[in-house]
């Protein structure tokens, strides 16, 4: 059911053109930077986008920008690890193709604001990721040192309900190019 769905919404992001994936994306970063969320935080941990995912490499600028912390994620040995990178850091490709930054030193801090990439997500904060388990294993090992959860998604990703597993984790915020969607 998840695979098919997964398929589904994969597709469903695929079929947005380039110039609909770099207008949207814009819109969902003004929306991500006006909530008090994002205002407030001094750390923030952003994924590299990379294919039909809501592009993040403006978001990522914003942050260096604004002198916060930047975080980025790393799998290593199946786990998410974070990584603190300064604004001359060099990116890398790591497993299954996702980039990663190649240097930066191991951050084991408080996280205010995580952002996290999605295949799909519906109307309760549930996410469909790849498949790997990364990030739902992550949070829950981390849940002491993360504030809030962001998934950046456009609106064609939403869904009434994804079927939940155990392990699955709930976002606390997911943004479109049309809505703030709050859990």
């Known amino acids: 059911m998840k695979k098919h769905l997964r398929n589904y919404l994969t597709s469903k992001r695929n079929s947005l053109t380039l110039e609909e994936q770099v207008k949207y994306s814009k819109e969902i970063h003004e929306k991500l930077i006006s909530l008090p969320q994002w205002k407030n935080s001094k750390t923030i941990m952003i994924y590299i986008s990379i294919n039909s995912e809501v592009m993040t490499l403006n978001l990522i600028s914003k942050t260096i920008k604004e002198r916060k912390i930047l975080i980025l994620p790393k799998v ?14 060099k990116i890398t490709t790591g497993y299954k193709g996702i980039l990663e930054p190649s240097d930066g030193e191991i951050f084991t801090g408080y996280i205010d604001t995580v952002i996290i990439p999605l295949i799909g997500f519906d109307k309760e904060g549930y996410r469909i990721g790849y498949g790997g388990g990364f990030y739902d294993a992550f949070i829950a090992k981390n849940s002491n040192r993360i504030g809030i959860k962001i998934g950046l998604a456009y609106e064609c990703q939403k869904v009434d309900s994804i079927p939940k597993e ?3 984790q709930k976002l606390d915020i997911v943004i479109t190019e049309k809505n703030v969607y709050i859990f």
């Open 166 to 168: 155990e392990h699955d």
């Open 76 to 89: 290593s040995n199946k786990d998410i690890i974070t990584i603190k990178v300064n604004n001359e850091f």
